[in-house]
């Protein structure tokens, strides 16, 4: 299985720029696509897809979130961090079956 | 616009089996995977695995071989997940998600969860 590794937790002040990293095992990039996935989860809510593809911003997700990367290394960009943003991120490759996630990152702020 | 929406909390006893739905709306059900998700107390998401619709095909993840079966009703647009031979370590949320695209998608919608919990 890829095992996607995250940092638990980050640390911001609001209007700040946030830098959550994923880094897989293996390469998770194909000739067409990278496939590594961002999602946001609140508290008692289901996740929410933020960035497909490493760098491709979701339907109705604010431009403040980016992504980038490609191989093995990974990053989601908040910037600049609201309030509203505070939640657990996760990664998560389509690589390969099974499809595995990341362990989250929690934004707290500073 | 697309929703999953899935059935209610469960509080099920231990050896029992359960059986949860997703149903689907706005889009076409049979074009796109649907996957399930676990997540435990505090803790991250699991795959599960994923049923096609359009033919019925499935594919699970190793660790849920024998746990989880999925199902699903094309003229219902609904998809079911079946879980057996219940313990406390099968207590958790259970998310359906729609894959994006065929080939590799992301995880573009998400139903809203639910709760099942394994208790005496």
């Known amino acids: 299985d890829i095992v996607l590794t995250q940092s638990p937790a980050l640390a911001v002040s609001l209007g700040q720029r946030a830098t959550i990293s994923c880094r897989a095992s293996?390469?998770?990039?194909?000739?067409?696509?990278?496939?590594m996935h961002w999602y946001q989860q609140k508290p008692g809510e289901q996740p929410k897809l933020l960035i497909y593809?490493?760098?491709n911003l979701a339907s109705g997700i604010p431009v403040r979130f980016s992504g980038s990367g490609s191989g093995t290394d990974f990053t989601l960009t908040i910037n600049p961090v609201q309030a509203d943003d505070i939640a657990t991120y996760y990664c998560?490759?389509?690589?390969?079956?099974?499809?595995?996630f990341g362990s989250g990152t929690k934004l707290e702020i500073k | 616009q697309v929703q999953l929406q899935q059935s209610g909390t469960e509080l099920v006893k231990p050896a029992s089996s359960v059986k949860i739905s997703c149903k689907a709306s706005?889009?076409?059900?049979?074009?796109?995977?649907m996957h399930w998700i676990r997540q435990q107390p505090g803790n991250g998401l699991e795959w599960i695995g994923w049923?096609?619709?359009?033919?019925?095909?499935?594919k699970y993840n190793q660790k849920f071989d024998g746990k989880a079966t999925l199902t699903a009703d094309k003229s219902s647009s609904t998809a079911y997940m079946q879980l057996s031979s219940l313990t406390s370590e099968d207590s958790a949320v259970y998310f359906c998600?729609?894959?994006?695209?065929?080939?590799?998608?992301?995880?573009?919608?998400w139903g809203q969860g639910v709760m099942v919990t394994v208790s005496s």
């Open positions: 293996q390469s998770v990039s194909t000739s067409s696509y990278n496939l």
């Open positions: 706005g889009y076409t059900f049979t074009s796109n995977y």
């Open positions: 998600a729609r894959s994006s695209r065929i080939i590799r998608g992301s995880l573009d919608y």
């Open positions: 049923i096609y619709p359009g033919n019925g095909n499935t």
């Open positions: 593809d490493a760098s």
């Open positions: 998560q490759q389509s690589r390969e079956l099974p499809l595995t």
